[in-house]
């Protein structure tokens, strides 16, 4: 049992890698079984589909997301000074996996959402609910940064959902170019969304 | 020569509109070929791979857009109306595409960036090239705003980048779900990146 329990994490993990990478069509299931180093007959015991697989992967993704949000945002310091921790954390980790990746990935999330959005309702409906779980965090935590008047007043749950497009905006381009630099822009251009005056800010390009 | 030179814009047609709305993976040569009309042993005197037919299709889509950019940002009325106007135009014409595609189908320049970027590097190159073109224009119309003084002054090549990769990333979001309305807040967002004090601003979704 401890084996089989283990082959179905190892199918995630390398379906994880695998389409992070290339994407969800670029990658087949024999592919991912010699990856997992499990027999392709098995795979059907674990996942009823490709599709099936890909939900774990979104789920596995936005697991260990959550968690990097969390210590980002839910750590100390002022709501502002730990937001700004999450964007440059967010920059400082595409950063990092170039050297692994050899290119820009880009957000898995958003990869699937424009991969699959239109053929595949079921990877495009738990995608939308992790980005809607993000956008959920990115308002409680600008609302408390209004609140300590860091923020100018506003609607946190609108200024959450423009940081969420903000940020996957500028992965999606730094993808394009394959250039990670563009994300380094990423402090910036949110801190202007929600109104703060960057006259006295740092920016992490300088 | 005519048939012949209509049979390659006919498979640039078909691929447009078929990767558009399914990806390019989605969708072989095979079945291009039946939607344009096109006999199968045709193709390659047109076009060398699949590949080389994506880049004809950002270039066709890239020349249309282009027109409408100048439509909506070369014509009447200040810096800042114009590129309203265009930000209007942009969410109009995605509610207005839900009729013909049933969902929201996204930017091809982003779905291409995503679905390709890490494993077709020259389609990659050719989406970068279109966002290089699209980011200048929107920096050109920033500079003027500035100039104008309807838009507070800062460096317009940044704010262009910024305008640019928030407008992917609102576009992105209204596919992962599936929601057009989520574009009614492209012109809110973009004026807060420019930082133009809206209290006066009607809201396109109001």
Redesign the interface.
């Known amino acids: 049992m401890g084996r089989t329990s283990d082959a179905g994490e190892r199918l995630v993990t390398s379906a994880r890698q695998l389409i992070s990478?290339?994407?969800y069509?670029?990658v087949g299931v024999s592919e991912l079984c010699t990856h997992a180093g499990v027999k392709k007959g098995s795979f059907y015991y674990f996942f009823r589909s490709k599709e099936e697989l890909a939900l774990a992967v979104v789920d596995a993704f936005w697991q260990d997301y959550e968690a990097r949000l969390d210590d980002s945002l839910a750590g100390s310091g002022s709501p502002l000074s730990r937001l700004e921790r999450f964007l440059d954390d967010t920059y400082l980790r595409h950063r990092s996996a170039i050297a692994v990746?050899g290119?820009?990935?880009?957000c898995l999330?958003?990869?699937l959402?424009?991969?699959?959005?239109?053929?595949t309702e079921m990877v495009?409906d738990r995608?939308?609910l992790a980005?809607g779980r993000l956008s959920a965090a990115l308002e409680v935590i600008v609302g408390e940064a209004m609140a300590s008047g860091e923020v100018p007043e506003g609607d946190p749950h609108?200024k959450g959902?423009?940081l969420?497009?903000?940020?996957?905006?500028?992965i999606?381009?730094a993808?394009?170019?394959?250039n990670v630099d563009?994300i380094a822009?990423l402090r910036?251009?949110a801190l202007?969304?929600?109104?703060v005056d960057q006259k006295n800010e740092r920016s992490q390009t300088e």
């Open positions: 990478m290339r994407g069509q670029n990746d290119c820009v990935r880009g999330l958003g990869n959402a424009l991969e699959l959005a239109t053929t495009r995608v939308a980005f609108l959902e423009e969420l497009a903000y940020i996957e905006g500028i999606l381009l993808k394009a170019r394959n563009v822009h910036r251009g202007a969304l929600l109104g």
